[in-house]
């Protein structure tokens, strides 16, 4: 007999489920009918295909929304009998970070990419003309993947995708359980799990959509160069895949940066970038993508390197799904920071990536000869042939993070092929220090693609005249090298811990990123005459420049400041053993500690209403040489406190932002309650409104009795009477003034009870005892004081550091950005006019 | 030969020559008594936190001081000394991977990566709170 619940809402899901099948069935006759579209030979058949097609794709996209609607309805309803809405929400959150739990799990990220791409294939539907009905089947064959995502149907034994509409109680590992025969369980469940605290930010609500928009736009210039192949049109998807590709590096770019900007200001990785996996793996396709659009004008303009960029756009969708398959199929377990673990999709993830690889690179093996390639050798002084060369540089760096980043891959397949059994193999581990690992080999690459960036476009396309680019570059090279022996001497770079060849190689870098900026300045002014309309390629590699400048700047003068120097003199931790020094700093309660050119002092902490997190007020303070205070500001790093379980601490940095610097702290470890014996007393005190008791650090005031009190620890209720003491609390230590209000009160007429109220801040503890009586009418109370020793038990522990010229790094970002933007312009302003012009010559042998 | 193929051919060896020296780079999964038998060179060693033992961390007497027992997979158990805080949520790892160095009977680490239980196992838990 199927047992009734109680309270379930089944509609929402059902809905959802319902579109999600539809979406898949809709994908998939949309495939179809676009893939005979473009096989058909007689333009009526054609016709009646492509109004199937688009009927059903429109159907499918109409679907997906209404799948996103559903599961953020469910979301937003607290409906907790779903699984999805128990394990990544709770009734507290605020609502805008419930769009942090839609995308926080595998299902809704997934979602969200088939979100943006039913829009991008609208969008497409529009505008690609001509080449929509073989661009759309491949984008229909693209949703049609993602959809097998989502439904969490089986078919024969195998489960395909996962369900996020899946009840709780249906879940294996809950079918079970006793608690979901009843027919009331929903009684019992009546919050979620929660999410992560450091997923409760702002940069969860906005960095993801931007990146899966990034990733699902990657499928245009992949489509684009397929239908070039399918179709054999092997030159003519060059001019409308362009602004596409440009569209897709800028937001895949931004997305990747957001990424950074939130590692750098919200979690306490102690940077923007650390070379984890899942960084490199979104990184690696953004790399690819530019190559492809650099061999792509190369082509565009000499009629070399097409077949390399055909492998480009390919490779880097092919790319995308690997960084999927890396980062959800949970084999990065042992090597990255973000805990990701199997979710029983490996396989799928697998396929799904094969299924773009193999007929992508197979269709280009079986045309290869037909690919038009020029026989004709290109010059060395030619813009194409040194655009090909960067290409290839950018690929060796793609492929050096690949091979490191898979690692993990690479055991999996040595254990599995049994070659590591065979030639006495043990696991491989990533290097022991990674960033150095790849920071040595990509900073000779980050030089040679910046002088390329500042060098080759003073090239022309095909053959250079003799001295030209020389006339041309010999003042910027020259003001360059000016611009970097400032830099060097000014702000003292001498970042020895790697030895001189690496000090050689960050002044070199240093050259080459001051370079790409100063030379691409110069060709704004000097070749383009201040032309900003066809300046965006310009404009971009200025802030490519600018990103390697402020990459460079900010890592090799990174300091922290917070070092502890206790213990320094043992040589435990000597600089040479490379282990991290000291750099954590203990800071007891108003105690100014010296850091760097600061005194920091913590001052306390502090909650604010409607957010869960405790913030702790640290003090920094400059002197200059005969003690005046030059400068004073507070921080206030934060942390979660998870009161349920073990003591964990999950901190927020807090920066102090300068121009040129930023001095950045984080709290890594605070006070366990539990670990201390509290061994001090409550000591009684009778006093009246008016009169004072003194403690270790300072004395409170009885400032007045108040009846029928409301505090943050009493609420009143029917039946209980009620009285206050409301105390104001002096600290001799410094300026700050608390206040506590400790509640007594009868319930019944016959139970005292009491609510105490505590100052953190300064280990102490008040408690409304009772009220005396006494003969003259007089109201007299008898508050119980626990002063447990004070800044002894109160400290935080916290690491700072100070990031020079990090602005640098987000203003090349932002500069890049625009000039991606002003490409697409001016790609798209492009293509409208030769497509105008064309139209106006077909048209005029008719007038004759 | 066209100049194409050459400077593919070049782009080939130097990636050939830079993986190469990568593989140099990489180290492999130890165990304490492999680490010890080459004392002085940094390793990595996944091992599990012995619970049954105390674990010490007190910042007012040496904030930057962490230490722990821990059992490597032959069943090794060896103190390990971390200098830095006590990471978060470290009693819930299932396991750790430490890289570091032998340094007489301890284990000196720099770098401490936790492999937390996946979030089906953490469901299953917080319903039987639940109940």
Not at chain 1, 34 to 51: D, F, G, K, V
Not at chain 1, 181 to 191: A, E, G, P, R, S
Not at chain 1, 643 to 653: E, I, M, Q, T
Not at chain 1, 814 to 835: A, C, D, P
């Amino acid at each position: 007999m199927e047992t009734t619940f109680i309270g379930e809402h089944l509609i929402p899901g059902q809905i959802g489920h319902f579109f999600a099948v539809l979406s898949l069935v809709a994908s998939l006759v949309a495939m179809t009918a676009y893939y005979n579209a473009t096989r058909a030979t007689e333009t009526a058949t054609q016709l009646s295909w492509q109004r199937m097609a688009r009927w059903s794709f429109v159907i499918q996209a109409l679907s997906v929304f209404a799948v996103f609607s559903a599961l953020f309805y469910i979301l937003y309803h607290h409906l907790f009998e779903y699984k999805y809405v128990w394990r990544n929400s709770s009734r507290n959150m605020l609502t805008a970070y419930l769009f942090s739990s839609f995308w926080s799990d595998q299902e809704g990220s997934f979602l969200l990419w088939s979100f943006w791409q039913s829009i991008l294939g609208l969008v497409l539907m529009r505008t690609a003309k001509t080449w929509e009905r073989p661009v759309m089947t491949v984008m229909s064959f693209a949703q049609f993947c993602l959809a097998t995502m989502l439904i969490g149907i089986y078919f024969f034994g195998y489960k395909v995708g996962s369900n996020p509409f899946a009840l709780l109680r249906q879940t294996e590992e809950n079918q079970a359980a006793p608690i979901f025969q009843l027919k009331n369980y929903l009684d019992f469940v009546k919050d979620g799990n929660g999410l992560n605290p450091l997923l409760q930010n702002y940069w969860m609500v906005i960095h993801p959509p931007v990146l899966f928009l990034g990733f699902a736009s990657t499928i245009v210039p992949f489509a684009f160069a397929f239908a070039g192949l399918w179709t054999r049109r092997f030159s003519e998807w060059i001019k409308p895949v362009l602004p596409w590709a440009l569209f897709s590096a800028m937001v895949l770019g931004t997305g990747i940066m957001m990424g950074a900007a939130w590692a750098y200001e919200s979690l306490s990785f102690g940077g923007y970038w650390a070379w984890d996996p899942v960084e490199n793996a979104s990184l690696v396709p953004w790399i690819t993508l530019v190559a492809g659009i650099h061999t792509l004008l190369a082509y565009k303009s000499s009629g070399q390197s097409l077949k390399i960029t055909f492998f480009f756009f390919f490779i880097t969708f092919v790319l995308i799904l690997y960084s999927t398959f890396l980062t959800r199929s949970g084999i990065l377990g042992d090597t990255s920071v973000h805990a990701f673990t199997d979710l029983g999709m490996t396989q799928q993830l697998l396929w799904f990536m094969l299924a773009f690889l193999v007929p992508a690179f197979g269709l280009m093996i079986y045309h290869r000869k037909a690919i038009p390639t020029v026989h004709k050798e290109e010059s060395t002084y030619s813009r194409e042939f040194w655009m090909f060369v960067a290409s290839l540089v950018l690929l060796m760096a793609a492929i050096q993070i690949t091979f490191t980043t898979s690692i993990p891959v690479w055991n999996k397949i040595l254990n599995g092929t049994g070659l590591m059994k065979l030639f006495h193999m043990k696991d491989i581990a990533p290097p022991i220090e990674p960033v150095f690992h790849y920071n040595k080999i990509q900073i000779w690459i980050a030089i040679v693609i910046g002088c390329f960036t500042a060098v080759i476009q003073y090239l022309k396309y095909k053959e250079t005249p003799k001295g030209y680019a020389w006339r041309k570059i010999w003042l910027p090279t020259a003001l360059s090298v000016v611009f970097t022996v400032l830099i060097a001497t000014l702000e003292h770079i001498n970042y020895s811990v790697y030895g001189t060849g690496f000090l050689i190689a960050i002044y070199t870098m240093l050259y080459a990123s001051v370079y790409a900026v100063v030379a691409n300045i110069n060709y704004i002014i000097g070749i383009l005459k201040g032309n900003f309309k066809a300046a965006g390629a310009s404009v971009a590699h200025i802030g490519f420049g600018l990103i390697l400048l402020g990459i460079l700047l900010s890592s090799a003068k990174k300091e922290v400041i917070s070092i502890d120097n206790m213990k320094i003199l043992d040589g435990y931790f000597a600089k040479e053993s490379k282990e991290n020094s000291r750099e954590n700093l203990m800071l007891p309660l108003n105690m100014p500690m010296q850091m760097g050119n600061y005194h920091a002092t913590y001052v306390g902490d502090s909650i604010v209403e409607g957010d869960f997190k405790t913030y702790y007020r640290v003090r920094y303070e400059k002197t200059d040489e005969q003690g005046n205070v030059t400068e004073r500001f507070t921080l206030y790093p934060d942390a979660f406190i998870n009161r349920k379980g073990a003591a964990s601490l999950v901190a927020n940095p807090s920066s102090k932002h300068y121009l040129t610097k930023d001095i950045f702290t984080y709290l890594t470890s605070l006070p366990d309650p539990d670990a201390y014996k509290d061994t001090a007393q409550y000591v009684a005190h009778d006093i009246k409104p008016g009169d004072s008791i003194f403690f270790s650090q300072g004395y409170m005031v009885l400032r007045a009795i108040q009846p029928h009190p409301e505090t943050k620890n009493y609420k009143p209720k029917d039946g209980e009477m009620a009285v206050s003491a409301k105390l104001d609390v002096y600290s001799s230590n410094n300026q700050e003034q608390y206040k506590l209000e400790p509640v007594y009160f009868i319930r019944d007429s016959a139970y005292q009870y009491n609510v105490d109220d505590t100052l953190s801040a300064m280990s102490l503890y008040v408690k409304f005892d009772k009220i005396m009586p006494t003969s003259n009418n007089e109201a007299k109370v008898q508050i119980q004081v626990k002063d447990s020793g004070g800044t002894q038990r109160n400290y935080i522990v916290m690491k700072a550091m100070i990031f020079p010229y990090i602005n640098v790094l987000w203003m090349g970002v932002l500069i890049m950005i625009t000039g991606f933007f002003m490409s697409i312009v001016q790609r798209v302003k492009q293509n409208r006019r030769v497509e105008k012009t064309t139209n106006t010559r077909k048209h005029k042998p008719v007038q004759v | 030969m066209k100049k194409t193929n050459i400077i593919l051919l070049v782009v080939v060896a130097i990636s050939i020559a830079v993986i190469v020296t990568m593989v140099g780079d990489f180290s492999t999964y130890e165990t304490f008594a492999t680490a010890s038998s080459s004392a002085g060179k940094d390793y990595k060693v996944i091992s599990v936190v012995d619970t049954t033992r105390a674990m010490e961390y007190n910042a007012l007497k040496d904030a930057n001081l962490f230490s722990f027992y821990a059992k490597d997979k032959s069943g090794q158990i060896r103190k390990v000394v971390f200098s830095g805080t006590k990471p978060t949520d470290f009693e819930k790892a299932e396991s750790v991977v430490l890289t570091g160095k032998i340094v007489g009977n301890e284990f000196h680490c720099r770098e401490i990566q936790m492999k937390c239980p996946s979030k089906y196992k953490k469901d299953q838990v917080a319903i039987g709170k639940t109940i």
